[in-house]
């Protein structure tokens, strides 16, 4: 069964920086694309970050280019998520998905993926 758990989250000031990650378990973790959506209450997941099987190619939200990374480690079964210059409206909940998938496309959508972790908090204070 293919779980993942994410952490790393917590409270960081305007202007700083936080890495998430997203330990994979249960399948062969280079199979799958991975992302990174985020939630906050009242409004829809949304697309964060996407890195393809290999981790050469990625995909970023307009919102979060720039100041976001995502990377995996293959080897570690993790995905990573590096935030910097971080915004108030970039608080909410950060869920990682993966998806069996060879596509080397962006996959933005929330029915693209079957599998979801829990989800960490993310809290910005201005």
């Known amino acids: 069964q293919v779980q993942l758990v994410e952490s790393g989250g917590g409270l960081v000031q305007a202007g700083g920086s936080l890495r998430l990650s997203c330990a994979a378990s249960?399948?062969?973790?280079?199979?799958?694309?991975v992302a990174w959506f985020r939630q906050t209450p009242g409004k829809e997941r949304e697309f964060v970050a996407q890195v393809t099987r290999t981790g050469a190619i990625e995909f970023y939200a307009e919102s979060v280019k720039g100041r976001f990374a995502i990377s995996r480690d293959n080897a570690k079964n993790t995905v990573f998520l590096q935030m910097n210059t971080l915004k108030p409206e970039d608080a909410g909940v950060y869920y990682c998905?993966?998806?069996?998938?060879?596509?080397?496309?962006?996959?933005?959508?929330?029915?693209?993926?079957?599998?979801w972790g829990q989800g960490t908090q993310v809290t910005v204070s201005s």
């Open positions: 998905a993966a998806q069996l998938s060879y596509s080397t496309d962006p996959m933005r959508r929330r029915d693209e993926y079957m599998y």
């Open positions: 249960g399948y062969t973790f280079s199979n799958y694309i």
